[in-house]
């Protein structure tokens, strides 16, 4: 899993291109930061829909969390917030997707 940057949003400008600074998907998956203010920007530049797992590491009463999966369609764009509920042991999110041609992403954090 490759590790993805987290890009912070300035309070001066609050412009941020995304598409421009996004990075291709990779094959085995991404990590992120999570947090509050923190989301995954994924531009699915290809002719199906993709579909991205977020893995949820906790449970409940004993119980597994189940992981939500966000369906982005075929050319379009998806906001996906990155909750601490998805910290994992090494204190990132584990992001994986159903495919990853033509598909970018960036974490992005707005400012408080």
Not at 48 to 57: D, G
Request: aromatic share 6%; no cysteine; proline share 5%.
């Amino acid at each position: 899993m490759a590790d993805l940057t987290t890009t912070k949003i300035s309070v001066a400008t609050g412009i941020l291109d995304l598409a421009a600074q996004a990075t291709a998907a990779a094959v085995g998956g991404d990590t992120a930061e999570v947090g509050p203010r923190r989301f995954l920007y994924v531009n699915n530049g290809s002719g199906s829909s993709l579909t991205v797992t977020l893995a949820t590491p906790g449970t409940v009463s004993g119980l597994a969390v189940a992981d939500p999966t966000y369906v982005i369609a075929a050319g379009k764009m998806g906001l996906i917030p990155l909750a601490a509920v998805f910290r994992g042991t090494t204190g990132r999110a584990a992001i994986t997707y159903s495919a990853v041609t033509t598909v970018t992403v960036r974490p992005f954090e707005l400012p408080a």
